[in-house]
């Protein structure tokens, strides 16, 4: 019954969390001497396994192809991840984390409500050109991930999500921006936020900078009444 009970997916929640570089313990019971240099290896697999998910797809990735991304060996991978599928739950925390910390911190600006809607769209287009954002916009939620991740992951989602509900809510109550229901506009933004990652590519035509400007620019126009564009 022990055996079985760490095999739980809150279990295998836990262990990662547990395993994440605040910790002074690696994965596998070792001593982490330098905190720093571990945290910044985890990110470079991180990076690498974004990469390897954005092209290759969750499902064709390896542990291999990731090691053969970063130029390191598999070992070095398992030291902080037990499994792939740890791997894609940790770019989803980590990618849709920052994002949520990001937006956070625009609405707390001392700004009015109209500069900060650009700049929390802008920060959201700008994912689309980072790999490690990218593949998780392209990945389904649930692909590769258990329950106790998926509600793990849609808790840091929900932060972000309610952080511009709040932007909005803001807007419409000093008149900047156009009465319409706030959840739905919500999610109508970040999904065309995050539109550019299924057409953008570089050398393609406009520049990242171009794209970002043209999106914000449409959704701006969307959220302002007439007398404001």
Not at 108 to 121: C, F, K, N, S, Y
Not at 122 to 132: G, H, S
């Amino acid at each position: 019954m022990a055996s079985n009970a760490k095999n739980t997916p809150q279990a295998r929640s836990a262990d990662r969390r547990a395993a994440r570089p605040a910790s002074p313990i690696g994965l596998r019971g070792s001593v982490v001497r330098n905190p720093e240099q571990r945290q910044e290896q985890r990110r470079q697999i991180l990076a690498a396994a974004g990469r390897v998910f954005a092209r290759k797809g969750y499902g064709s990735a390896t542990m291999d192809d990731i090691a053969a991304e970063m130029g390191a060996s598999k070992g070095i991978l398992y030291y902080q991840f037990q499994s792939k599928q740890d791997l894609i739950v940790e770019t989803r925390l980590e990618a849709s984390g920052s994002a949520a910390v990001r937006l956070e911190a625009i609405a707390a600006l001392p700004l009015p409500v109209h500069d900060r809607m650009e700049r929390a769209l802008r920060d959201l287009i700008a994912t689309n050109f980072e790999e490690l954002s990218r593949h998780v916009t392209m990945t389904p939620v649930t692909m590769g991930v258990d329950r106790a991740s998926v509600t793990e992951v849609r808790a840091i989602e929900r932060r972000y999500e309610a952080a511009l509900v709040g932007l909005l809510r803001e807007g419409i109550a000093a008149g900047v921006f156009v009465a319409a229901d706030v959840k739905v506009t919500a999610f109508t933004l970040i999904r065309a936020c995050l539109s550019p990652a299924w057409w953008y590519r570089e050398g393609g035509g406009a520049t990242q900078a171009e794209v970002a400007d043209i999106v914000t620019g449409i959704l701006m126009r969307g959220l302002c009444p007439p007398s404001r564009t």
